[in-house]
């Protein structure tokens, strides 16, 4: 999506079928040459300091080493530079409970996998000059235990007025987006 836009991207990941379906899909959509890939450990970034505008990661938080990885986001970008994180979310106890316990269509984790607590989000906060974050995901996140992607809609909608004049439920949902700013 980025690179249709005309960014020039770099896409990492530790796994080399992640890596081929990167490089695949930008062939496909037209933008192979604007995306290149490297498989490479997020914790160990082989690119210079100040490298990047942005750093954008889906559900990459909550599979790192944070110590270590935050350093290195901070590290690779520029000045003025941002990170961007879709996040899944671990306070709400029932949904650790449902993760941890019940099955669910496309259910999958992995041992080293850890829904993020506001804490940790906080710890790699401090690498940067400012955080916001975003909770997403309160009633909607049924939407995938029906399979009623038509439900969507008016959930969304429901979600975003009960997220803006109740903040309390905000801890209740399954996802966080989280924005670091150098």
């Not at 990167?22 to 490298?51: H, I």
């Not at 106890?93 to 019940?102: G, S």
């Amino acid at each position: 999506m980025m690179a249709r836009r005309g960014a020039w991207v770099v896409a990492i990941d530790i796994a080399p079928a992640s890596v081929w379906v990167t490089r695949e899909r930008a062939q496909a959509t037209g933008v192979g040459a604007r995306v290149a890939t490297s498989r490479m450990l997020a914790e160990q970034l082989a690119f210079p300091a100040g490298t990047f505008d942005w750093v954008t990661g889906f559900g990459l938080l909550h599979h790192a080493q944070l110590d270590a990885l935050a350093p290195e986001i901070r590290r690779v970008l520029r000045r003025g530079g941002r990170a961007l994180f879709f996040e899944p979310l671990g306070m709400n106890p029932l949904l650790e409970f449902a993760r941890q316990y019940l099955p669910y269509r496309d259910k999958r984790r992995s041992a080293n996998e850890h829904p993020l607590k506001y804490e940790q989000i906080a710890r790699v906060g401090a690498h940067f000059s400012a955080t916001r974050v975003r909770e997403v995901y309160l009633f909607s996140m049924i939407t995938r235990a029906i399979g009623d992607e038509a439900s969507a809609g008016w959930l969304w909608a429901w979600d975003e007025w009960l997220l803006a004049h109740v903040p309390a439920l905000r801890r209740w949902c399954r996802y966080i987006i989280i924005e670091y700013s150098v």
